[in-house]
């Protein structure tokens, strides 16, 4: 996740963590490093409480 996405360890951890645990949403502030990988890896990035509505 580091190499694929250009994440620091502890954000490819996070990321990684919830793909191996079958986490479909992840709640974070920190867009610039999140967007893509979790689009990526098919993970729901929730930066708000509207982002929480499912579609």
């Known amino acids: 996740m580091m190499a694929k996405y250009n994440l620091l360890p502890n954000d490819a951890l996070i ?11 992840l709640a974070s502030f920190d867009e610039n490093d999140f967007t893509i990988a979790c689009a990526g890896e098919n993970i729901k990035l929730v930066q708000s409480v509207a982002d929480l509505s499912i579609t």
């Open 15 to 25: 990321l990684a963590s919830c793909k191996l645990n079958n986490i479909k949403m």
